[in-house]
């Protein structure tokens, strides 16, 4: 990985200036002062694709702010199954305040930007900061929430709303301020086709059936396969079943 570590100023570290964790992450709860301790203990890292970030198990010493990419979480079993249990996007908070190991496994599943932190730092922070409690435990919320839909997904959906549902995962996370009756997002799929049936619990076959239903259909366009542009996001919606 290449690390660098930016110089702050009195102000608003330059590390932070054009982060977009500050805004809409956890450290939008934190005042310039703050910041500035922070950014005193901070790096950004540039993450290669596959690359692990945590092992299950782990002895947690960082936590980190994503600020670009996708991060893939998976458990493994005993006999060395693996299931992929979640992703996570800018500016999600990537680690487990106060639990002194890791239970997940993290990886890169595109190259990531990541701003890291020491675990004893953020948790001194929380302590200080009431507003920044606040933020990771509405992240904790929304994380269960869409623990919860995608439980629905998985147990109830047939497979075209499966896969429709995951490139609306996918839509809504890449392009958040996508305003009403815009129809039109693009987007590279952060993971393989064995990852995505593997996520959705469907054979790889099936996943790329449905690709090639939606492209007939017209609600999505895919190049290179991996580079998909959603052209009607309405329609995609409905096969999604919302």
Not at 99 to 119: G, I, Q
Not at 179 to 186: D, H, L, Q, S, W
Request: hydrophobic share 40%; net charge negative.
């Amino acid at each position: 990985m290449n690390l660098r570590q930016d110089v702050h100023t009195a102000g608003i570290p330059v590390l932070c200036q054009a982060c977009e964790a500050r805004h809409r992450g956890i450290c939008g709860a934190l005042d310039s002062d703050q910041l500035v301790a922070l950014a005193k203990t901070s790096s950004k890292q540039t993450i290669a694709s596959g690359a692990e970030l945590v092992g299950d198990t782990e002895t947690v010493e960082h936590y980190s702010n994503v600020l670009a990419g996708v991060v893939k979480l998976t458990k493994t079993l005993s006999d060395g199954r693996q299931q992929i249990v979640g992703l996570q996007f800018a500016p999600d908070f990537l680690g487990r305040p106060f639990k002194s190991e890791s239970a997940v496994n993290a990886e890169a599943a595109t190259d990531v930007s990541l701003c890291s932190f020491p675990k004893a730092a953020i948790e001194r922070m929380m302590k200080q900061s009431p507003e920044l409690e606040h933020r990771l435990l509405r992240q904790t919320l929304k994380e269960l929430d869409e623990a919860r839909d995608w439980m629905l997904t998985l147990g109830r959906k047939t497979a075209s709303e499966k896969v429709a549902s995951f490139l609306l995962l996918i839509a809504n996370h890449i392009d958040p301020t996508l305003g009403e009756g815009e129809e039109k997002v693009t987007f590279d799929l952060p993971l393989t086709r064995a990852d995505i049936a593997d996520f959705l619990g469907l054979t790889i076959e099936t996943v790329s059936r449905q690709f090639t239903k939606l492209r007939a259909e017209g609600i999505i366009s895919i190049e290179n396969n991996r580079h998909v542009t959603v052209t009607r996001r309405e329609r995609l919606e409905a096969r999604a079943g919302h």
